[in-house]
């Protein structure tokens, strides 16, 4: 079975401090393909990054980052000096090789405070 | 390119009434296309495959008779919730794959449709 975990369900922080989200899956595939989405307020995901499984080079693109462990099945999303317009709801999702379902997490909703 | 459109962003309607929500991928085509809802502050969760031609695939739980699917063309799904209860009240968003892609790629998004039945 295939299983994503996002065990903080919201976090709260002042403008310009450092945060991380945790997501950590579960899955018989040896190939799979792990995402996170932001969900503002408006309801629509916005696509952040896709990472292979056969892939574990952490990526940083400006403020995000994200750390790709296999040994621990976690796949975690960094923002760096965080602002008011990342306050979102995010969702980490897992698919496997061959089929385009999506299994997402329960969502982690950042708050971060002027 | 890889833009879906869904129709309408949100809609209310009475209990008992019938909603009609679209899904359109605008530039590329997909025979196969996914409809989740969500539930306030709550995840994600798929409720069936739309397939291009042929009978969707709905999963465990969903109720087949009550949100009907219907993939008439490469791009374009529908879900029809009928007899709309006030439980049916949620977010559906629809995903659709570009064909024409090379490799595996991420599945896109629709903005979401926010159903209210009153």
């Known amino acids: 079975a295939q299983k994503v975990t996002q065990a903080q369900t919201e976090i709260s922080v002042v403008e310009k401090e450092d945060v991380t989200l945790d997501c950590v899956y579960e899955t018989r595939d040896t190939t799979y393909y792990l995402f996170w989405y932001k969900q503002p307020p408006s309801g629509e995901l916005v696509f952040l990054i896709r990472r292979n499984s056969f892939d574990e080079q952490n990526e940083i693109s400006g403020r995000y980052s994200w750390n790709f462990q296999k040994s621990t099945s976690s796949f975690n999303f960094t923002i760096t000096a965080s602002q008011v317009v990342d306050s979102a709801v995010y969702f980490c999702a897992l698919r496997g090789s061959g089929t385009y379902k999506y299994i997402f997490g329960t969502g982690t909703r950042l708050k971060v405070l002027a | ?118």
């Open chain 2, 1 to 118: 390119g890889a833009v879906v459109s869904q129709h309408p962003s949100w809609v209310i309607c009475k209990s008992g009434t019938s909603v009609k929500i679209e899904c359109r991928s605008l530039d590329f085509q997909a025979t196969t296309m996914f409809w989740y809802r969500q539930f306030p502050k709550q995840s994600l969760m798929l409720m069936a495959t739309s397939n291009e031609g042929s009978k969707a695939t709905y999963e465990q739980g969903v109720e087949k008779d009550k949100f009907l699917i219907n993939h008439a063309s490469l791009t374009l799904s529908t879900l029809t919730v009928t007899s709309a209860h006030p439980e049916d009240s949620s977010f559906y968003i629809c995903s659709a794959r570009d064909l024409d892609r090379v490799g595996n790629t991420e599945a896109f998004f629709g903005q979401g449709t926010r159903l209210t039945v009153v």
